[in-house]
């Protein structure tokens, strides 16, 4: 699905049976990793770019650790994308993205992304209504010219509904060891969920390419997104090597 609305927030796999069909897509994936890394055969695959959107408190964490968590930690690199600091701002918005990216073989997973300029820059007026109108373009340019070079990108956005995001926004509150997690800026990115709902849609709209689709994922129920996001990864692997 690539829009917010198709996604469908009652999906609910059984406990058992997602349990079940995660540990086969994390199997399935390690196989994957070590054909594209050169360790079960000779040559090199294709580079992996996984790239996370979603929700504050959409589950982006624990989303990227089960993919991640049966991989050698040396086969695969985890990269956490906040505001830009000083230095980074000097640049052209995409450039401090560059230095993270998989070569061939490699694998990258990303925590926020360049889509932060038509997302929350767009929203708290920290890029220009000229800079982040024009992103969609730049982002489009620049995701194709990675996949022409034959990196296989794959772009989650995780949605919940307002309702679910608001009892697991209270539920942190009340938990000591999970209280960092929300910040004051949560709790106003909130207040404007309506306008970024607009923002993520023009996103997507805008931005989904045959080469680099979107993929919304029902994140409603945490272990169901999990196994949808694992399996996603591993059938566009598995489409891209045949």
């Known amino acids: 699905m690539k829009s917010l609305a198709e996604a469908d927030l009652s999906t609910r796999l059984p406990k058992k049976q997602a349990r079940r069909r995660l540990k086969a897509a994390q199997r399935r994936l390690v196989e994957l990793r070590l054909t594209l890394g050169g360790q079960l055969g000779r040559t090199l695959g294709p580079p992996v770019c996984i790239v996370f959107e979603g929700w504050d408190a959409a589950g982006k964490g624990g989303a990227i650790k089960r993919l991640v968590a049966p991989l050698d930690a040396r086969h695969v690199r985890v990269a956490q994308f906040a505001a830009p600091t000083a230095d980074e701002k000097r640049h052209h918005f995409l450039w401090r993205f560059w230095p993270v990216l998989p070569g061939r073989g490699g694998m990258a997973v990303l925590d926020r992304s360049w889509y932060g300029r038509v997302l929350v820059e767009r929203i708290e007026h920290f890029a220009t209504e000229a800079e982040w109108s024009r992103a969609y373009d730049e982002i489009a ?11 296989i990108l794959i772009k ?50 805008r931005t989904d390419r045959p080469a680099a689709p979107w993929t919304v ?24 090597l045949h």
């Open 141 to 151: 340019d620049f995701e194709r010219g990675l996949t022409a070079e034959g990196m």
């Open 156 to 205: 989650f956005f995780l949605h919940i509904s307002d309702v679910e995001q608001l009892r697991r926004f209270e539920s942190r509150q009340r938990d000591e060891l999970r209280a960092w997690k929300l910040t004051d800026e949560d709790w106003r990115n909130r207040d404007k969920r309506a306008d970024y709902y607009q923002a993520v849609t023009d996103m997507l709209e």
């Open 217 to 240: 994922i029902a994140a409603e129920h945490k272990p169901t997104a999990r196994v949808a996001m694992v399996e996603h990864v591993c059938e566009r692997i598995e489409q891209a």
